[in-house]
């Protein structure tokens, strides 16, 4: 199994502690950024969506102009582009990229921030939607002939697009924790991402997805994402203090809204449970936040958070997206220190057939007070 590695990508040096809201591309920042990624070994980053953010087709495109390895994940809502539109741009980043596009379809937790850019559908039509869109743009990449298309959401006649994936198609991402995201992204999706959960739920959900999966009749299964905020440190007693002071910032970041998704939702409820969970993951900095998005941490030194990793590999989550706090310094740190310990494991059992001794040796600080 092939483990590869997740960033997400900023434009300038603002970020969750140093609450610094610029808006603007800092370019010299950027691409120390993109460049920081590559060095670090990093395999894809996420150009998320929201809709304040910079456009995420634009950041995709000056990624694979300044990189030769490291791909963009470009975060899609359906509602904002059309779907043959979206299919030729994402061909043309493919082709720019040298075979390196993917996309991940987000159907949307919120109402609220959907109606900002005038959606008002229901998620659970937001989520059929999702999945009649996957359709046309697979069928744009590959249909040679002009076709027509009339669905509940989209109907056009006669289109062909001349502009194809390198490799004829695109990895198709599909993330969330509703029964819709398992279905839609289960069905159709090559990956299926998910946020940081204990192991058990962690499992629970990879198999939920994977029930669609065969429900649709598919014999492979989508590759699982799973999604952490490593906060590392090079003693257990100095992680823990490190991450007690992220909290804090966190905690002094005003009031959070109810979240609407399901994932979010999973999030607090598991927060609720208590405070740390398996090896090191952590998760009071999801209630800190609202669980909005990615929140649950990983914390400690890096043999004990690479340790925490290979648990999820072991689940079978083959892509492993690790943001810090402190986004381009963690970056460095995680190429530096997690990264080469995750591969070296690896590699190790691939030579010998059998584990090393990182996840016996590197329990973590609270293993032996956490309930089995
Ligand atoms: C790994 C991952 C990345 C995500 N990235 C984004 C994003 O960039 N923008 C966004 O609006 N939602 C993002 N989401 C949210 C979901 O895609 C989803 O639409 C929403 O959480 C609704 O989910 P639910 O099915 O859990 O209710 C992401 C979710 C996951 C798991």
Redesign the pocket.
């Known amino acids: 199994m092939t483990v590869e590695f997740i960033s997400a990508v900023n434009v300038n040096p603002s970020n969750e502690l140093n609450r610094l809201g610029r808006a603007g591309i800092d370019l010299p920042f950027f691409t120390r950024y993109v460049n920081a990624l590559e060095d670090a070994g990093f395999d894809y980053t996420?150009c998320?969506?929201?809709s304040s953010f910079q456009d995420q087709f634009a950041i995709a495109n000056q990624i694979v102009a300044r990189s030769e390895r490291v791909a963009p994940i470009v975060?899609l809502?359906p509602n904002t582009i059309y779907p043959t539109v979206a299919a030729k741009a994402l061909a043309t980043l493919d082709q720019f990229g040298a075979g390196r596009a993917v996309v991940?379809f987000?159907?949307?937790?919120s109402d609220a921030?959907q109606a900002r850019e005038g959606d008002y559908l229901t998620?659970e039509q937001r989520y059929a939607r999702t999945a009649e869109y996957i359709d046309v743009v697979r069928k744009v990449w590959t249909s040679t002939e002009p076709f027509d298309h009339e669905g509940e959401f989209y109907k056009f006649e006669n289109f062909l697009s001349l502009v194809r994936p390198t490799r004829g198609t695109i990895p198709v991402s599909v993330?969330?924790?509703?029964a819709?995201?398992y279905r839609v992204g289960g069905s159709r999706g090559d990956i299926f991402?998910?946020?940081g959960e204990p192991l058990a739920d962690t499992r629970a959900q990879i198999d939920a997805v994977n029930a669609q999966a065969a429900a649709a009749g598919r014999t492979d299964r989508p590759r699982i994402?799973v999604?952490f905020r490593p906060i590392i440190a090079a003693t257990e007693e100095l992680a823990w203090e490190k991450a007690e002071r992220t909290l804090a910032v966190l905690q002094s970041g005003g009031p959070r809204v109810e979240p609407q998704?399901?994932?979010?939702q999973r999030l607090l409820e598991i927060a609720g449970r208590q405070d740390v969970h398996d090896r090191a993951l952590w998760t009071p900095t999801a209630t800190a936040t609202g669980a909005a998005?990615?929140s649950t941490a990983l914390v400690g030194t890096p043999e004990t958070v690479a340790a925490a990793i290979l648990d999820y590999v072991d689940l079978g989550a083959d892509l492993i997206?690790i943001r810090g706090y402190d986004n381009l310094n963690d970056l460095i740190d995680y190429g530096r220190h997690i990264l080469p310990l995750v591969r070296q494991e690896l590699a190790h059992r691939e030579a010998t057939g059998q584990r090393g001794p990182l996840q016996d040796e590197h329990p973590g600080a609270f293993a032996e007070r956490t309930p089995a």
């Open positions: 996420l998320a969506y929201a975060a809502r991940h987000i159907s949307g937790g921030e998620k993330g969330g924790s509703s819709e995201a991402g998910l946020w994402w999604t998704n399901v994932g979010s998005g990615a997206s």
